[in-house]
């Protein structure tokens, strides 16, 4: 059999294997100590010397032809039995996945840790102080004696004629006066409670106190201060606007709008059509508060601010209804 | 107060829309929360702060305006000389508490339904009109902020009026609501010779009424202390246009003013002159009106501002505002007018100049101090940390209330001596169900669970970290411990990956996987006696040797007193985190990690029912072996396999040498030690 004659045999019987061990058979037929083209390899030593060069490279030459076609079946056979396998060891990627899913964060919650934040940032550390409150340090301490009009300003839960739950975040601010010599620069959060239920009011909701007292500070630093607040919150855009109020623990006192967020300034139901919306209070400490805890205010001045937290969530997230903070619905939860 | 915008151009013309003139209103501290289209006219909303009663008046906010626009103010022409003498004697017994009273006396008035306009502008206002007569004293009360009182002259007894506290002799009043009422002490009161005819500054008496049949009128304008009828009004649980302006302050100053121009209109309206008789008046004002002289640096000023306003500029805006001023060398000396009884020191002069000037034009300016930064403080951190390791066990943050209901506390079947009885009680709950301050969050966590349960969520993991509050001494503030609880409740047969866990291994692993993230090793779990958990499905928390807690499932009896209608296990849990934040360790100081490997040890056991696993797992830990590392189990079976009332269980023992890698024949000896010690000391035996 020439070369060419057992390349046509050793191809047509490739062919049809799909199996290494009949790949390994159809090797050792040809390429074996007594396989066909060993055979022939052997019967060259009987030829004549011109005859046996050119048909002892016709045969090496079909040697390296069938050992590579070997080799690159194997291959293919290599990769098609790692296909199979693959395939049936297949799952179903899209199934999900295993885990617990984790809670979510309340959204006043989130909006207190954001605020509390971004104050921790500026150099603020922060206080805590008690949710039942003598009436001493929510009203009187803060130069709210009683039979005081400002009273009115806040419907108060009474646990005895002089004890309170706290209306405001701000007797912290004479706890820790009590406790510390100025400068003095917190801010606290916290739970205050009023005595009022309808669809805009709950009886318990959040504020943070921001407080600073130094020998420096002006109207001009609480400007600044919670201007660039608010710009971190909402939007660094967003106009700011300062315009006087009246808090009894404060003075000169300023309310402080943000522009409407939703009608852009142009007016809408969410601001009434004015254009700004109200969102929080603040001041310069008033003298009679800082005397009452012996801080010399001919020395000291400072600022006092408060915020709602559940405003500042209503207006981040746009709710409509104050009290789905409180009902605790997976379904309200699970979107924070 | 409602202002509508064609009365206040009776005042001043502003020469500005009334949407510019809300916005200067509003910049300058009296909100104008809305602006309501009535007929013709704008009525301008204004939200009045407490302090400034002088804008409690359609003269008071065109007096503003006047200071904000420089528009000129048109007041009322004031009275023409003195009127003749009332015929009534007027005597005040307390000259602290009424500082002045004066009246007129108008007669021959004809008493009547009051003119449309009239009407329109009181109803405009909020007001109700009753008759020409009262309507008048309502109309110039919210003209120019001074509430009047008009007697039937007839029905005053003897000629005279005294102004007195309540006391032995007087003692009761029907006032003009028809309510008999027992005066509070020390409330001020209006009588004539024989009794109390009206309540000082708050509310007319019914005997001296205005009626129908009334000609001759004795109208009244007085000042009356602002705390003395605040505390009336409220012990009577009485608020009426008259106290509320008198409970701010009055203007002492424009009471002839007032007088004049409601004598005027009833002359006016009740016949028209001719008819009507002015008659005689009478003013006893025994505590002149003394301003206070504040005196104010114009650094101090711009040193509270941040600001650089001149001196100029800042006399100009307390003169435009009716306030004395004269100046030298930097210092101003200024009194307020007698309508500015909120104006007390030099805050209040600062606030006023600031106001004025615009808070707009007061530069922002960060301050430089640096203080003391003490950063988040590290319990702001350490409840940052447990709501992130909660929520990772998948609890949302719930926020409930702080309220509970009374019936919780049965409803848990605590014992008397329970600390959780001992709940703060609110005076003025605004329902029963909220009556008490919460002793522990699972009340809350139920209702927040049947909501959801209610609206078809099957799976439900809420936890709320929240104060707590203990009564303790009478008097005294309760403690106000911070605590985590958590509720959960899942659905078996759904979910996709099947759990075989019991739920109370998963609220368990809640919590521990909490500990682990706290890094609060010292830590065990034993059966709890929490009366509303399953008593075979409870476990308390010790750690550091304290009770800080409990973990478990709800005992069916008190599932069925929170009215629960579910059949899942539902787990409840409540860790005390101020102890819990006492147990925080120290910063790791680091050990170098073990250089020699471990050899393994499986062991498996069948012990009777009641045998704890950690019971086992202590007993390998303490065993006398410097070698053993850790144990841990592994498997837990019951049933067919193994005699009834005992249970299987796989530990692994784990065991190493620090300087050198153990041989396998050196465990032996120990190990085997171990089993022979362990099975005499559980009474177990060896799974075969
Ligand atoms: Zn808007």
Not at chain 2, 530 to 538: D, Q, T, V
Request: glycine share 8%; proline share 6%; charged share 25%.
């Amino acid at each position: 059999m020439g070369g060419v004659n057992i390349r046509k045999s050793f191809l047509q019987e490739l062919g049809p294997v799909r199996t290494i061990s009949g790949l390994e058979l159809l090797r050792v037929r040809y390429l074996g100590k007594k396989g066909i083209l060993t055979a022939e390899l052997k019967k060259l030593g009987g030829l004549p010397p011109e005859e046996r060069r050119s048909a002892g490279a016709l045969l090496n030459e079909s040697k390296v032809f069938i050992e590579t076609e070997l080799a690159a079946r194997r291959q293919e056979l290599k990769e098609l039995e790692l296909r199979e396998k693959f395939a049936s060891q297949a799952i179903d990627v899209t199934l999900p996945g295993r885990y617990t899913r984790p809670g979510r964060t309340h959204p006043v919650i989130r909006v207190m840790r954001e605020i509390t934040g971004i104050f921790v940032a500026m150099g603020f550390s922060v206080e805590e102080g008690p949710e039942v409150e003598l009436d001493y340090y929510n009203f009187e301490a803060l130069n709210i004696p009683k039979e005081h009009p400002a009273r009115e300003m806040q419907d108060t839960f009474y646990v005895s004629p002089d004890i309170v739950l706290r209306t405001h975040t701000s007797p912290v601010q004479v706890r820790v006066m009590q406790r510390k010599k100025p400068p003095v620069k917190f801010i606290a959060p916290g739970k205050v409670y009023r005595c009022d239920a309808d669809i805009s009011h709950t009886p318990m909701f959040h504020q943070i106190e921001g407080f600073m007292v130094a020998d420096d500070i002006t109207f001009s630093h609480l400007k600044a201060v919670l201007e660039s607040f608010l710009h971190r919150i909402f939007s660094p855009d967003v106009p700011v606007r300062f315009r006087p109020s009246y808090f009894p623990f404060t003075e000169p006192s300023a309310e402080v709008d943000i522009g409407c967020i939703f009608c852009k300034g142009t007016g809408c139901r969410t601001c009434k059509g004015t254009g700004w919306i109200e969102i929080l209070g603040s001041g310069m400490v008033h003298p009679h508060v800082l005397e009452m805890v012996g801080y010399d205010s001919r020395i000291y001045s400072g600022f006092a601010f408060g915020i709602g937290m559940e405003r500042v969530a209503m207006l981040k997230y746009s709710i409509d209804d104050i009290r789905l903070f409180f009902e605790n619905d997976l379904r309200f939860l699970g979107q924070f | 107060m409602r202002v509508p915008f064609g009365w206040l151009q009776e005042f001043i013309n502003p020469g500005i829309s009334v949407e510019k003139t809300a916005h200067l209103l509003t910049m300058s501290g009296l909100e104008v929360e809305a602006l309501e289209t009535d007929g013709e006219d704008v009525v301008l909303v204004i939200n009045v702060t407490p302090n400034r009663a002088d804008c409690l008046s359609i003269l008071g906010i065109a007096r503003e305006l006047s200071v904000l626009t420089g528009a000129p103010l048109k007041l009322p022409a004031p009275p023409a000389g003195e009127a003749g003498p009332a015929g009534i004697t007027v005597e005040i017994r307390n000259t602290e508490l009424c500082r002045r009273y004066a009246g007129r006396v108008i007669r021959n008035a004809r008493t009547g339904p009051g003119p449309e306009w009239m009407a329109k502008r009181l109803e405009a206002c909020g007001l109700r009109p009753i008759n020409n007569i009262v309507d008048v004293t309502n109309y110039v009360l919210l003209e120019l902020g001074h509430p009047l009182h008009a007697f039937d002259l007839n029905t005053l007894k003897g000629g005279r009026i005294v102004v007195d506290t309540a006391d032995k002799v007087y003692r009761k009043i029907k006032t003009l609501d028809g309510v008999e009422r027992k005066l509070p002490a020390g409330a001020l009161v209006i009588a004539d010779a024989e009794g109390p005819v009206a309540l000082a500054g708050i509310m007319g008496g019914a005997s001296t009424e205005v009626e129908e049949s009334t000609r001759d009128i004795f109208l009244e304008a007085a000042w009356f202390e602002p705390r003395n009828i605040r505390k009336t009004a409220r012990a009577l649980g009485l608020s009426t246009e008259s106290s509320y302006r008198f409970e701010r302050g009055a203007d002492i100053g424009i009471i002839p003013l007032a007088l004049e121009r409601a004598s005027l209109l009833i002359e006016d309206l009740a016949g028209g002159p001719g008819t009507v008789i002015r008659d005689g008046g009478v003013d006893v004002y025994p505590v002149k009106y003394a301003p206070p002289t504040i005196e104010v640096r114009t650094s101090r000023v711009n040193r509270i501002l941040g600001a650089e306003i001149e001196e100029d500029e800042m006399l100009r805006i307390l003169s435009r505002l009716g306030f004395a001023v004269n100046s030298s060398d930097g210092l101003i000396r200024t009194s307020p007018p007698s309508f500015r009884l909120d104006v007390e020191g030099e805050a209040d002069v600062i606030e006023e100049v600031a106001r004025i000037y615009g808070y707009d034009r007061i530069p922002a300016a960060l301050p430089s101090s640096t203080l003391s930064a003490d950063g988040a403080g590290s319990r702001e951190d350490f409840i940052r940390l447990v709501g992130g390791a909660i929520r990772k066990s998948g609890y949302s943050e719930a926020v409930n209330y702080s309220f509970m209901n009374p019936r919780a506390l049965e409803n848990l079947s605590l014992s008397p001596n329970d600390l959780r009885r001992n709940a703060v009680v609110l005076l003025n709950p605004l329902k029963t169900e909220e009556s008490l301050l919460r002793t522990t969050i699972v009340p809350s966590l139920i209702e927040n669970l049947k909501h959801n349960r209610e609206r078809g969520l099957k799976n439900i993991r809420l936890a709320e970290t929240a104060r707590v509050f203990i009564r303790e001494r009478e008097g005294e503030l309760p403690r106000e411990p911070l605590k985590l609880a958590g509720i959960a409740v899942q659905q078996k047969t759904h979910s996709f990956w099947r759990d075989a866990a019991e739920d109370f291994y998963l609220a368990k692993g809640a919590v521990e996987a909490l500990l682990d993230e706290l890094r609060i090793k010292d830590r065990h779990f034993t059966p709890s006696g929490e009366p509303f958990l399953h008593p075979g499905k409870s476990a308390d928390l010790v750690a550091g040797g304290r009770k800080c807690g409990y973990v478990g499932v709800l005992s069916p009896a008190a599932a069925e007193k929170f009215e629960i209608r579910e059949k899942e296990e539902i787990t409840v849990f409540e860790l005390d985190l101020d102890v819990l934040f006492d147990l925080l360790p120290p910063p790791t100081v680091y050990r170098p990690v073990p250089k020699f490997p471990y050899i393994e040890r499986d062991i498996a056991i069948v012990v009777a029912d009641g045998i704890k696993a950690d019971d086992v797992i202590r007993y390998i830990k303490n065993y006398p072996s410097e070698f053993i590392e850790e144990a841990a189990v592994f498997d837990l079976y019951k049933g067919e396999k193994v005699p009834a009332g005992k249970k299987s269980m796989a530990f692994n023992i784990r065991y190493r040498a620090g300087d050198r890698t153990l041989t396998e024949d050196e465990i032996e000896v120990i190990h085997s030690g171990l089993v022979k010690d362990l099975l005499v000391h559980t009474g177990g035996s060896l799974r075969a």
